[in-house]
T-cell receptor
């Protein structure tokens, strides 16, 4: 069984500041991990994914995430926030073998102030 | 680009009605999914399908059914709509293996009055 915990339902940053969105996972098997972003009135869009090739994963729009097995974490970071980054972010986990469902966290809304 | 199209962006129905939500994908994906999204609860899986005519219950299937008669189309059916089914419904599709991400439609915001 898998689960994801996203710490903080809302995160507020100033434009230009570091963005850090936290995700901890639980999985009884080696996981795949994903970050998705949802802009208002839209579906989810993939930001990046960890599939065991490299622990530091770079995604779109300047985001990256690091898989840390010892901490069971997959935190999302961006060095400098833009106003356009304001959205809701979801972390998700699945297993690696065969057909696997995605299990989503409850989401973190990122607010960016000028 | 993969396109997942949901037939309606907004839908208003009455309690007790039978409601159909339609989803079509254009990339020949094997897997299709229906989720509902509620504030503070994230996305919860209702049903999924890994092949034509195949369906599996997700985490919250009660009050819902699905149909997949063609590979590209996956329908969600609310047999007798109730107010607690007011929600955002998201359809997604993915290729066969687990490492491939799911591609999402823009969602249907359903209100049951």
């Amino acid at each position: 069984a898998q689960s994801v915990t996203q710490l903080g339902s809302h995160v507020s940053v100033s434009e230009g500041a570091l963005v850090l969105l936290r995700c901890n996972y639980s999985s009884s098997v080696p996981p795949y991990l994903f970050w998705y972003v949802q802009y208002p009135n839209q579906g989810l869009q993939l930001l990046l994914k960890y599939t065991s090739a490299a622990t530091l994963v770079k995604g779109i729009n300047g985001f990256e995430a690091e898989f840390k097995k010892s901490e069971t974490s997959f935190h999302l970071t961006k060095p400098s926030a833009h106003m356009s980054d304001a959205a809701e972010y979801f972390c998700a986990v699945s297993g690696q073998v065969g057909f696997q469902k995605l299990v989503f966290g409850t989401g973190t809304r990122l607010l960016v102030s000028p | 680009d993969v396109k997942v199209t949901q037939s309606s962006r907004y839908l208003v129905k009455r309690t007790g009605e039978k409601v159909f939500l339609e989803c079509v994908q254009d990339m020949d994906h094997e897997n299709m999914f229906w989720y509902r999204q509620d504030p503070g609860l994230g996305l919860r899986l209702i049903y999924f399908s890994y092949d034509v005519k195949m369906k599996e219950k997700g985490d919250i299937p009660e009050g819902y059914s699905v149909s997949r008669e063609k590979k590209e189309r996956f329908s969600l059916i609310l047999e007798s709509a109730s107010t607690n089914q007011t929600s955002m419904y998201l359809c997604a599709s993915s290729p066969g293996t687990g490492s491939q991400p799911q591609h999402f439609g823009d969602g249907t915001r359903l209100s049951i009055l």
